[in-house]
């Protein structure tokens, strides 16, 4: 064997597996077979077979068969041709000898009964002859009077098992006997009877039946309803199947159901969608735009699905800029890459593009035009607070002062009145709000019911005479006893809220008058000492005087004693002095 195909065996003092894992035994030799590193175990257990497969038959080329004869210098190959394996089988007897075996001699018939008279069962009971068992019964038995067994009694038979000649109540009475140990041993019970679980409390009592009956028509209606087929009741409610001609003719003789009745349409040479008259050209312009008084140019009808359109835009506009913007101001310069101070259609569309919003050129024109309030062909600041994002969830991104330029780098953006309070207390600023020119009636006419307290600053009605009956009466007093016709409501009615809701206080017939009316001392005391509060003398006269310093006229109440113990509570409770405090 070369060097180079020469293989080297690992060295039995490391092993095949050094460095694999810790060997707990170094001084013991590994068992087994070592071979090279990387061979499986299966290999190890079951060498690989290099014999190549010998095959079971060998065609000589001129087609004759040619007999193996085994391995190579086999000792036996001289006897091979002539050679034999197995065990000759004898012939047995063929299907038709059994079938029909041949005819036996007499003296073959003697010799075979000879040969079955040895055995045992031919003499205990030969073939034609009864089984002789006498021999082991007792000695002294009379074999022709002594019988075996129990007399057997004769019953009434099996039809008067089934059908008895009883009663009913007695046929029960005889079937309850015994039942209570039937039940307890087999467990059975009758179609009906509950589960006798047991219970010892008073109140049950097993003969008491719970539930609802279930509901039975003594007609058979519900069995005739079981023994019809499933299709047969859908045939049942499905459409009956009529003749075409019967059908026709009916249409033709008989009003129908939505339908005028013309007896002679058959005989009209016009087709079945022919309408007579003269249609009638819409208007251009609804109802909506009447009562608006919308310019023609900007009438709404018919534009239902362009509007809906360009408000989904829009939508998707004003959600992208409030994820992706903290202000106002960041958000339009993002669309006003250039710092125009204006976002032109160029601009629009490619933010449209950025945000995965590709609009058709007539969808854009269109954004700009809805969005384009004064008109210039561009969105400036203010336009794109109102129409492309929501201004008042967002910061303006402004110094919080009205009358601030928005864009030094624009001539025309300094505008005054760009900038206006949120409201009268606050402090922060926010761009004004814009209103769409189709909701503007044309001339600015105002109806009487926008000028009269409308909207804020308009005509006060406070020195306006006033007309008809008051639903509260505040200008008069309530009558000390009421009288049963008395129907006027002085203010001391509940609202729709406290009878919706009425309070618990209410249900006891305690009224909201009766907590705000002034009381004693003596009262008051008598009163929450009867409810349940337990103060003592001196925390009680503290309780009231702190009340009583809380009116001017120096009255106390149910409620104002109720408001200054709310008070200490819960100045105990934040400084940790009440049960109740974390």
């Not at 004064?374 to 492309?388: C, K, P, Q």
């Not at 909201?512 to 409810?531: G, T, V, Y």
Request: hydrophobic share 30%; net charge neutral.
């Amino acid at each position: 064997m070369s060097s180079e195909t020469q293989v080297r065996l690992p060295s039995l003092n490391g092993g095949i597996y050094t460095g694999k894992f810790k060997d707990w035994s170094p001084t013991v030799r590994p068992a087994g077979k070592l071979t090279v590193s990387g061979d499986t175990a299966e290999l190890c257990m079951k060498p690989k077979n290099d014999r190549p497969p010998s095959a079971d038959i060998i065609i000589n080329p001129d087609g004759q068969m040619r007999v193996f004869y085994g391995r190579a210098q086999d000792p036996h190959l001289q006897w091979a041709a002539e050679m034999t394996h197995g065990i000759n089988t004898t012939s047995s007897n063929t299907a038709g000898e059994l079938a029909n075996p041949p005819p036996k001699t007499l003296f073959n018939q003697r010799k075979l009964d000879r040969k079955e008279n040895i055995y045992a069962s031919h003499i205990r009971a030969p073939l034609g002859i009864s089984h002789e068992q006498s021999h082991g019964l007792p000695k002294g038995l009379n074999r022709d009077q002594f019988t075996f067994g129990i007399p057997t009694e004769l019953d009434i038979g099996a039809g008067g098992l089934i059908n008895p000649n009883k009663t009913y109540a007695e046929v029960e009475a005889e079937s309850a006997v015994g039942m209570e140990l039937y039940r307890e041993t087999h467990k059975n019970f009758d179609v009906g009877e509950k589960l006798h679980r047991g219970y010892t409390s008073p109140s049950f009592y097993p003969e008491k039946k719970f539930g609802i009956p279930t509901p039975h028509n003594n007609e058979g209606i519900k069995v005739k309803k079981t023994l019809k087929w499933m299709h047969e009741t859908e045939q049942e409610k499905a459409t009956k199947l009529v003749s075409k001609r019967v059908d026709d003719f009916r249409e033709r003789s008989q009003p129908q159901l939505g339908a005028v009745h013309d007896p002679i349409k058959d005989t009209l040479k016009v087709g079945p969608d022919h309408t007579y008259g003269i249609l009638a050209k819409p208007d251009e312009y609804g109802a909506g735009d009447l009562m608006h008084g919308r310019a023609p140019a900007d009438y709404l009808r018919g534009k239902d699905r362009q509007r809906g359109v360009l408000a989904a835009i829009r939508q998707h506009l004003k959600k992208a800029n409030f994820h992706n913007f903290t202000d106002l101001v960041h958000a339009f310069r993002y669309y006003d890459k250039d710092g125009k101070g204006v976002i032109d259609i160029n601009d629009l569309r490619e933010v449209c593009i950025q945000y995965h919003l590709p609009l058709e050129p007539e969808l854009l024109e269109q954004l700009l035009d809805s969005c384009d309030s004064n008109r210039d062909g561009a969105i400036d600041y203010v336009e794109f607070s109102n129409f492309l994002n929501w201004k008042d969830k967002m910061k303006s991104g402004l110094p919080d002062k009205p009358g601030t330029p928005l864009n030094s780098s624009r001539s025309k953006s300094a505008v005054s009145d760009d900038l206006v309070r949120k409201s009268v207390h606050s402090a922060e600023s926010t761009p004004r709000r814009l209103k769409l020119q189709i909701d503007r009636a044309i001339g600015d006419h105002r109806t009487s019911a926008n000028m009269i307290n409308a909207v804020v600053g308009g005509v006060s009605t406070r020195d306006y005479r006033t007309y008809g009956v008051p639903t509260i009466r505040t200008d008069i007093h309530a009558p000390r006893i009421r009288r049963v016709d008395d129907n006027k409501n002085y203010g001391d009615e509940s609202d729709a809220y406290g009878l919706v809701n009425p309070s618990i206080f209410s249900r006891r017939h305690v009224y909201e008058k009766d907590f705000l009316l002034p009381r004693s001392k003596e009262q008051l005391k008598a009163i929450f000492h009867n409810i349940g509060v337990q103060m003592t003398g001196e925390m009680f006269d503290q309780v009231y005087n702190m009340a009583a310093k809380q009116n001017p006229k120096g009255h106390v109440s149910v409620e104002s004693i109720r408001g200054v113990i709310d008070d200490i509570q819960a100045h105990q409770v934040m400084t940790g002095q009440h049960p109740m405090a974390v």
